[in-house]
C-alpha cells in the first residue's frame, strides 16, 4: 500500500510546500479550491478527460494556474489504473462527480483508500452525498435558494437578487471544502489516517446564514428582505446613486462613523430623526439620496477618502485592479490569499 510521502517531489514556497493534490477536472468550486491550494505552495495534478474537452474552460482559465495536467480515460481501467498508481504517492484527492460517478468509474473512496490509506478524498457537490436531492442537477441559484439566503437578498417590494455565484460556488462551497481539506490533513498527523470529507454547498451556505438566523431569533431581522439592517434596507448601510451614474457604498453602522457621515454630507443629526427607529428610515433615505445624488462619484470618494464614513466607491472590476490600495497590497484575482510572513506564497 503506497503511504503519501513528499520525497522526490517538486518544492514550492507557500506553507503546503511538499503537499501533492490529484484534482479530477470539474466545474466552479472544484477549480478553485485547488487554485488556492496551488497558490498556497501545493504540486496539484489536474487529471482532464482524455479527449481534452472541459466544461467552460474560458470561465475557469484564471482558476486553472499552478497546475500541472495529464489526461486520462477514467471509463478504460488502464486510465483508471493510472489514476490509482498516481493516488499511492499522493496526500489529496478532490473530486466534483454526482454522488455515485466515482463509484461506478472504480475510483471511489474505498478503492483509494486501499491503495493509500493515508490519503484525504474530498468530494464537493451542490446537494451532498445524501437525501432526496443528492442526485439532481443544480447550480448556485438553486443551492441558495433551498437555503434560504438567496430570499434573503434583494430591495424592498422585489424579487431575490443573484449574487453572481460567489456566496454558493466558492464561499458555501470552495471555502468549506478547503476547511474540510486542511482539518483532515490536521488530523492525519496525529493519527496517520486519511479521511473522506463530503463538501457540499447547501451545508456550507447554511453553516453562514448562523449569524442572520440568530438576528431573527432575537427579533432583530424581518422577513421582508430590504428591510433590515444588512441586507440594504437601513440607510446609513446601501448604495446610493450618484450625479454621473456612478454608486457609492454607504457602512456608517456605528455612531462615531454616522457622525462622520452626515459631517461629509454637511448634515445636522439634531435636524434628523432618529436613526435607530426603522420607521424613520425612508425619510433618512430620502435626505442621503439627496446628498449623493448631487455630486459625482469621484467627488464623494475624495470627500469621503481618509475619514470614519465608511464611504466607497463602487467600483467595476477594471477600475479596481488599477485603485491605489490594491496597487499598494498585489491584491486582485491574480494574487495569493491569504498571506505568510515567514513562508510567503508565490503564484507557481
Given at each position: ?7 522526490g517531489?517538486?518544492?514550492g ?7 501533492r493534490?490529484?484534482?479530477?477536472a ?19 495534478i ?7 474537452r472541459?466544461s467552460f ?33 499522493s ?7 454526482r ?37 439532481s442537477?443544480?447550480h ?15 430591495e ?11 456566496l ?8 468549506f ?10 488530523e ?7 479521511r ?9 451556505v ?33 448604495c ?37 427607529d ?8 430620502r435626505?442621503?439620496?439627496?446628498c449623493?445624488?448631487?455630486r459625482?462619484r469621484?467627488?464623494?470618494?475624495r ?8 464611504v466607497?466607491?463602487?467600483l467595476?472590476?477594471a477600475e ?5 490600495h490594491?496597487q499598494a ?15 510567503p506564497?508565490?503564484?507557481?
Open positions: 500500500m503506497g503511504i503519501a510521502t513528499t520525497e517531489r517538486p518544492r514556497t507557500g506553507p503546503l510546500s511538499g503537499l493534490v490529484v484534482e479530477l470539474a466545474i466552479g468550486p472544484v477549480p478553485f479550491a485547488c487554485m488556492v491550494l496551488a497558490d498556497l505552495g501545493a504540486e496539484v489536474r487529471v482532464d478527460r482524455a479527449d481534452g472541459r474552460e474560458e470561465w475557469h482559465r484564471e482558476l486553472d494556474r499552478g497546475r500541472r495536467h495529464v489526461a486520462l480515460d477514467l471509463k478504460n481501467p488502464d486510465g483508471v489504473a493510472e489514476l490509482l498508481s498516481l493516488l499511492e504517492s496526500d489529496v484527492l478532490v473530486e466534483g462527480f454522488p455515485g460517478v466515482a463509484e461506478r468509474l472504480g475510483i471511489g473512496p474505498e478503492v483509494c483508500l486501499a491503495r493509500n490509506p493515508a490519503l484525504v478524498y474530498a468530494r464537493m457537490t451542490g446537494w451532498g452525498q445524501d437525501g432526496p436531492l443528492a442526485t442537477p443544480g448556485d441559484i438553486n443551492y441558495l435558494a433551498l437555503t434560504g439566503a438567496l430570499d434573503a437578498i434583494g424592498a417590494g422585489g424579487p431575490p437578487v443573484v449574487p453572481v455565484n460567489l454558493g460556488d466558492f464561499g458555501g462551497g470552495s471555502m471544502l478547503l476547511a474540510g481539506v486542511l482539518a483532515a490533513l490536521y492525519r498527523e496525529s493519527t496517520g489516517a486519511g473522506v470529507v463530503d463538501a457540499a454547498i447547501v451545508d456550507g447554511g453553516a453562514m446564514l448562523g449569524m442572520l438566523v440568530g438576528m431573527r431569533s432575537a427579533g432583530q431581522w424581518r422577513h421582508e428582505r430590504g428591510t433590515n439592517l444588512l441586507d440594504g434596507g437601513a440607510p446609513f448601510y446601501t446610493y446613486a450618484c450625479a454621473d451614474g456612478g454608486y457609492v457604498a454607504v457602512g456608517a453602522l456605528e455612531e462615531r462613523f454616522y457622525a462622520a457621515l452626515l459631517d461629509g454630507l454637511g448634515l445636522d443629526a439634531a435636524a434628523l430623526p432618529d436613526r435607530d426603522p420607521r424613520n428610515w425612508p425619510a433618512l433615505r435626505t442621503f439620496a439627496n449623493f445624488v448631487g459625482s469621484d467627488h464623494w470618494a470627500l469621503f477618502e481618509g475619514t470614519e464614513a465608511c466607497t466607491p463602487v467595476s472590476a479596481a485592479a488599477s485603485h491605489p490594491h497590497r498585489g491584491s486582485g484575482p491574480a494574487a495569493v490569499a491569504p498571506r505568510f510572513v515567514r513562508t506564497a508565490q503564484l507557481p
